[in-house]
């Protein structure tokens, strides 16, 4: 009794998948056989050097599938975890992904489960104003440390690169980003990157400045080690958002990894606290707002003394060290 023929899908196409496993090139499959090579006369027509001009051969099984073989060529190809070369064949496995020579392809049938729709990413539509507000914004902050820190009659050329040095950094910073998006998801949000950016610097900007203001209004100088912590835990922040926009499914591995470093950068920065002998910030502000700014009522000056005591045993000890060496120096 003759094999009944095999009946072929209803629909077929061939992709050429590119780098980040999107289809470059969809060719439609119009009968079986299937010819893939460089030759014109194939059925799939692959533009690349390292394929042959008939490669390959796609073919119907007689117990179902598709069979992949290999035709004449130098490079060969691959399915199904398995190597092959001139003559061999191989049934495609689920999914219909194969290798000709540094060629990655799919084959995709009517018969397969198709993938569901993915959403649409739209960015929502921002305020005109923000974007100019936040780098205004920066730039008054970069401006006021600038102009605390020098002379009342400095020139103007001297305010220049403490402006327009971190504006160039963040617009870097925002267009790497933006090349990253363009790579991966194929898009280039400049505007979204650098609003990002741009919110968390004013936001560690303006603790910088509110924060040694409460500090000394209620007499908690340890309370800066909240700008001790700002930093590495606003960049950590960051750098997790952006890439939030550059690999949304990767999400969980990035921010466990950003997570580790973290903890990793928090802890080389808690040894180092501890070698100066103070961990929950700095014990005194370095500098000193208005006081008219101070709101509760300054400790007298015994306090102090008395806080003092207990380094006078230490202090002279040292003292006693430093004597005693002082005394070999001399007798050698």
Same mark, same amino acid.
């Given at each position: 009794?003759?094999?009944p023929?095999?009946?072929?899908p209803?629909?077929?196409v061939?992709?050429l998948?590119?780098r980040?496993?999107?289809?470059?090139?969809?060719?439609?499959?119009?009968h079986?056989p299937?010819?893939?090579g460089r030759?014109?006369?194939?059925d799939i027509?692959?533009?690349d050097?390292?394929?042959?001009?008939?490669?390959?051969?796609?073919?119907?099984?007689a117990?179902g599938?598709?069979?992949l073989k290999?035709?004449?060529?130098?490079?060969?190809?691959?399915?199904?975890?398995? !190597?092959l070369?001139?003559? #061999?064949?191989?049934l495609? $496995?689920?999914? =219909? @992904?194969f290798?000709? +020579?540094?060629?990655?392809?799919?084959?995709r049938?009517?018969?397969d489960?198709?993938?569901?729709?993915?959403?649409?990413?739209?960015?929502?539509?921002?305020h005109?104003?923000l974007?100019?507000?936040?780098?205004?914004?920066?730039?008054?902050?970069q401006w006021?440390?600038r102009?605390?820190a020098?002379d009342?009659?400095?020139?103007?050329?001297?305010?220049?690169?403490?402006?327009?040095?971190?504006?160039?950094?963040v617009?870097?910073?925002?267009?790497l980003?933006?090349?990253?998006?363009?790579?991966?998801q194929?898009?280039?949000?400049f505007?979204t990157?650098?609003?990002r950016a741009?919110?968390?610097?004013?936001?560690?900007q303006v603790?910088e400045?509110?924060?040694?203001?409460?500090?000394?209004?209620?007499s908690?100088? !340890?309370?800066m080690?909240? #700008?001790s912590?700002s930093? $590495?835990?606003? =960049? @950590?922040?960051?750098? +997790?958002?952006h890439?939030?926009l550059?690999?949304?499914?990767a999400?969980?591995i990035?921010?466990?990894?950003i997570?580790?470093?973290?903890?990793?950068?928090?802890g080389?920065?808690?040894?180092?606290r501890?070698?100066?002998?103070?961990v929950?910030?700095p014990p005194?502000?370095?500098?000193l707002?208005?006081?008219a700014?101070?709101?509760?009522?300054p400790?007298?000056?015994?306090?102090?003394?008395?806080?003092?005591?207990?380094l006078?045993?230490?202090?002279?000890?040292?003292?006693?060290?430093?004597?005693?060496g002082?005394v070999?120096?001399?007798?050698e």
């Open positions: 009794m003759p094999t023929p095999v009946a072929a209803a629909a077929a061939v992709e998948l590119g980040d496993g999107r289809a470059a090139l969809v060719q439609r499959v119009t079986w299937v010819r893939i030759s014109p006369a194939c027509v692959l533009d050097g390292h394929i042959a001009a008939e490669h390959a051969e796609l073919h119907l099984a117990s599938g598709v069979l290999l035709l004449e060529s130098r490079n060969g190809g691959s399915a199904a975890g398995k !190597r070369h001139a003559g #061999e064949e191989v495609l $496995p689920e999914g =219909g @992904a290798q000709l +020579a540094a060629c990655s392809l799919r084959l049938t009517s018969a489960a198709l993938a569901a729709e993915q959403p649409l990413f739209v960015q929502p539509v921002r005109w104003a974007l100019p507000l936040l780098l205004l914004s920066m730039l008054f902050f006021l440390d102009w605390s020098v009342p009659d400095s020139r103007w050329i001297d305010y220049a690169s403490p402006l327009l040095g971190p504006l160039a950094f617009l870097a910073w925002a267009g980003w933006s090349l990253a998006s363009q790579l991966f194929h898009r280039f949000p505007t990157h650098l609003r741009l919110l968390v610097i004013v936001a560690l603790l400045w509110v924060l040694p203001g409460i500090a000394y209004a209620f908690w100088p !340890r309370l080690v909240i #700008e912590l930093t $590495p835990v606003a =960049g @950590a922040f960051l750098i +997790a958002w890439a939030r550059v690999w949304p499914g999400r969980r990035l921010n466990g990894g997570a580790a470093l973290l903890l990793l950068g928090l080389l920065q808690l040894g180092g501890l070698e100066q002998q103070y929950f910030g005194y502000l370095a500098s707002p208005p006081p700014l101070r709101l509760v009522s400790k007298p000056p015994e306090d102090l003394i008395e806080s003092l005591k207990p006078k045993a230490e202090l002279a000890k040292q003292a006693r060290k430093d004597n005693e002082a070999d120096d001399d007798t």
